[in-house]
Structure formats: structure tokens, C-alpha cells
């Protein structure tokens, strides 16, 4: 069965501290996988994606997130976290074409000053 | 990057009105658009997938007599939820991929849909 697993439903972070949101998927074939931010009442923002290549990706806003085919993980990092980072975090994949996402249940993170 | 839009932003309605989403990619040609649910707190779920000139492909359990969606062309799909209630209330996402144009899907803002 395909599936996204984020298995922390929220976080609470003070500014500056290190941010590691977890996510671990289960897909048939070559995942591509993306983070998207959703800030409330808000669409999604595209945060970063892996294809293929590095397993290291940089993304906006300073976050990057490692591909570990191994553990099939794919957790988001930021050394910083900056209080307008508050938001709720999803992890995805899907297939090569764009087609359909499927989405984990989401990571709320809260960011205290 | 390219742009997508959703009209309206936030729509309420009376029980058993029917409602229209629009979504539309400005600066690209959207060969296909996903129209997404998420219910309050939680991930998004694929309501269905639209090809510009063909009829949607709907996901196991989506009604799809209930939630029209048509792809009349390459800038715009909409989404029409007949004969809404209360249930169906909820934030509606499209998101839109042109081929040519980029490698993954680009998500409108939403719609929050509220019935009485």
C-alpha cells in the first residue's frame, strides 16, 4: 500500500533551536518526494522535492531534507528555525508525472521566541 | 514560478445550493488539475483528476454526480459541489501541471467552503 507516515503530529521548537520533522514512506516504485508548508487558512508552498541524484536537497527558506532509500525516509531539517517558520509541514510523494500526491497527516510546528 | 488561482477564496452557502469553485493557472497552460478536500486538521485527500477536454477521473469513493468538475481549457477547471450540505464543508485546494512547462504540481490558495 502506498502511504506517507509523519509521525509527529506537533512540535513546539524555540527560535533558533535546530527543527528535524520526520517522514517515511511506503510507494511501489521510484518515489519522488516533496515538502510542502501550509500556513493556516492557506494553500501549499512547494518547500523542496527530490527526484532523483543527491540525496541531500536544498530547499527554500533554508530547509533541506535527506533521501534515505534504506529507512525510506525523508525528513525535513533547518538549523535555525525562525519564528515565522510556524506552520503545518506536509510530506508527500508520488509518481514521476505529476499525478496524484499522496500526503502524510501533516506536522504542526510551533515556534516559541 | 508559475501562478495558480481560486475564486472564491471563501464561500458560505444555504443546505442545498449548489456552489462553483474556479481554479486557474495564470501564466501556463495546465494540460491537467487535481482538486483536493481537507478536512479541518487534517492532510489533503484527491478528489478527482481533470484533463483539459476530457472527463474527470474521480478517486474511490468521491461521488462524482455531486462534485462536477469540468476542464473547459488549458487555464481553467472548476469545481461545482450540487446540492451541498453541511458535510461537505470544507477547504478545497486545486493544484494544476503543464506539460513542457514544470516538473510537479502547483497548488491554488483554496477555497474554505462552509454550508448551513
Known amino acids: 500500500a502506498q502511504s506517507v507516515t509523519q509521525p509527529d503530529i506537533h512540535i513546539t521548537v524555540s527560535e533558533g533551536a535546530s527543527l528535524e520533522l520526520r517522514c517515511n514512506y511506503s510507494?511501489?516504485?521510484?518515489?519522488?518526494l516533496f515538502w510542502y508548508v501550509q500556513s493556516p487558512g492557506q494553500g501549499l508552498q512547494l518547500l523542496l522535492k527530490?527526484?532523483?541524484?543527491?540525496?541531500l536537497v536544498q530547499g527554500i527558506k533554508g530547509f533541506e531534507a535527506e533521501f534515505k532509500r534504506s529507512q525510506s525516509s525523508f525528513n525535513l531539517r533547518k538549523p535555525s528555525v525562525h519564528w515565522s517558520d510556524a506552520a503545518e509541514y506536509f510530506c508527500?510523494?508520488?509518481?514521476?508525472?505529476?499525478?496524484?500526491?499522496?500526503f502524510g497527516t501533516g506536522t504542526r510546528l510551533q515556534v516559541f521566541p | 514560478g508559475a501562478v495558480v488561482s481560486q475564486h472564491p477564496s471563501r464561500v458560505i452557502c444555504k443546505s442545498g445550493t449548489s456552489v462553483k469553485i474556479e481554479c486557474r493557472s495564470l501564466?501556463?497552460?495546465?494540460?491537467?488539475m487535481f482538486w483536493y478536500r481537507q478536512f479541518p486538521k487534517q492532510s489533503l485527500m484527491l478528489m478527482a483528476t481533470?484533463?483539459?477536454?476530457?472527463?474527470?477521473?474521480?478517486e474511490q469513493g468521491v461521488e462524482k454526480d455531486k462534485f462536477l468538475i469540468n476542464h473547459a481549457s488549458l487555464t481553467l477547471s472548476t469545481l461545482t459541489v450540487t446540492s451541498a450540505h453541511p458535510e461537505d464543508s470544507s477547504f478545497y485546494i486545486c493544484?494544476?501541471?503543464?506539460?513542457?512547462?514544470?516538473?510537479?504540481?502547483?497548488f491554488g490558495p483554496g477555497t474554505r467552503l462552509t454550508v448551513l
Open positions: 501564466d501556463f497552460q495546465a494540460t491537467t
Open positions: 481533470s484533463n483539459e477536454g476530457s472527463k474527470a477521473t474521480y
Open positions: 510507494y511501489g516504485a521510484t518515489p519522488y
Open positions: 493544484s494544476a501541471w503543464g506539460q513542457g512547462v514544470s516538473d510537479t504540481q502547483y
Open positions: 508527500a510523494v508520488g509518481p514521476p508525472i505529476p499525478d496524484k500526491l499522496i
Open positions: 527530490y527526484f532523483s541524484g543527491d540525496t
